[in-house]
């Protein structure tokens, strides 16, 4: 005999589809209640908050650099010819004189050369000297010798004319005027060809004394140059200044061109600054920069040369000061320096934070007015300082906003701030 078996109301299935149920109502409840009219919200901790005011103020574009003080001039002591260090006249460091003497280097064979050069000038001038005393003695004895011919054509000319009237008188006969006549021919062009003679002599001499003169003048010209070059082995200071970087002991050899050591002209002093190469374009020779010291003084500047090579991301500028400069300020100092790109003026000033990273500037979180909740508004940044940004849109005087990292925000649009 069949017998009847029950159903059961509570089978598993029907307990896991309830509780299926019981939770989707829960996860809505939820939702529902963790959003503002419609918008997302988080719980956040008001003590790791920065929250900042917008307020009114001088806005000017600057950004901080810093900067290192340097002579104003500084010149380079190289080796003009090689050598080996036989004195050293100063250390490192000492204040100089123009023309004080630094360090003295020897080079035999260029000394050797001097001397040379020496033999050969004195050896041209005693011959030039000897050339010019047998030039006068042969001018000389040319100017006899036309002084000869002078007297023997006058004479053959006196003859030839004192004949030649007696032939027009019949009184000699032809051939007695024909011999008179062949003399006068003969001393007339004798006299011709000495007068050639002695003219000729005269230019060659003219011509071989200015050779002779141009040759020793070279000479001596080369002479000067290896005397310079000699002197050049003690190294003077070209200008008044500090003497810094020497490297240079006795006995120590120096090539041709090594550095020796450099001069600071202590006249004034300039600032070189690294700058980072987004600025390269908005850079330029006459903008304004300041310093301020430790007593709050305030020093201008002015960018005086920009230089374009960028090396690792970076460009140098050097700036002067105008007007007065800091005291006691030295070589090698570093100056906290504000580069300048405009003037103050009026604006809305957001204070920079951490915010920028998640929101690009584009949007922040807006304090409610009671003070329990912030919101995402809208906003436009113009420009930028170290401290702030430039408002142009979006909030006001007063409002508060959240500028510390949005990182952990998510996408929630609304904070809940909870102490």
């Known amino acids: 005999m069949d017998r009847k078996i029950e159903k059961k109301t509570w089978n598993t299935k029907r307990i896991l589809m309830i509780t299926g149920i019981a939770a989707g109502v829960i996860l809505l409840t939820w939702m529902i209640l963790t959003t503002v009219g419609g918008k997302s919200k988080l719980d956040v901790d008001t003590d790791r908050l920065t929250i900042s005011e917008i307020k009114k103020g001088p806005f000017q574009e600057f950004i901080p650099i810093n900067g290192t003080v340097l002579p104003l001039t500084t010149i380079y002591l190289d080796a003009s010819d090689g050598g080996r260090v036989e004195e050293k006249y100063v250390e490192d460091g000492a204040i100089l004189k123009k023309g004080q003497p630094i360090l003295r280097l020897s080079d035999p064979d260029l000394e050797l050369q001097l001397a040379g050069q020496q033999t050969n000038v004195t050896g041209q001038q005693i011959q030039m ?50 011999i008179a006549k062949n003399a006068y021919d003969y001393q007339t062009e004798k006299r011709r060809l000495t007068k050639q003679i002695l003219s000729q002599d005269t230019m060659l001499v003219k011509q071989s004394v200015s050779q002779a003169k141009q040759q020793i003048a070279q000479m001596k010209q080369a002479l000067t140059v290896m005397q310079e070059k000699v002197a050049d082995l003690t190294v003077r200071a070209p200008v008044d200044g500090q003497l810094t970087s020497l490297d240079a002991e006795v006995g120590q050899s120096k090539t041709k ?163």
């Open 129 to 178: 000297q000897i050339a010019q005393n047998q030039a006068q003695q042969n001018t000389i004895t040319k100017l006899q010798n036309m002084a000869d011919v002078e007297s023997s054509f006058k004479e053959a000319e006196r003859l030839y004319k004192l004949d030649k009237e007696l032939y027009a008188k019949k009184a000699i006969g032809l051939q007695d005027y024909q």
């Open 257 to 419: 061109g090594e550095h020796l050591a450099q001069i600071d002209v202590l006249s004034g002093f300039k600032v070189q600054a690294q700058v980072e190469e987004h600025y390269i374009s908005r850079v330029i020779p006459g903008l304004t920069a300041y310093y301020v010291d430790n007593d709050n003084n305030t020093f201008k500047l002015v960018v005086k040369k920009v230089y374009t090579q960028v090396t690792n991301g970076q460009f140098n500028v050097d700036m002067l000061f105008v007007g007065a400069v800091p005291k006691g300020i030295r070589k090698g100092q570093t100056l906290q320096i504000r580069l300048v790109f405009s003037d103050p003026v009026p604006a809305l000033l957001l204070p920079k934070g951490g915010f920028f990273q998640q929101t690009g500037g584009n949007w922040i979180f807006k304090l409610a007015a009671d003070g329990k909740t912030a919101y995402k508004v809208d906003i436009q940044i113009n420009r930028q300082s170290p401290d702030y940004y430039e408002l142009t849109s979006g909030l006001k005087e007063g409002d508060k906003v959240i500028t510390s990292s949005y990182e952990t925000y998510g996408t929630n649009e609304v904070l809940v701030l909870k102490k």
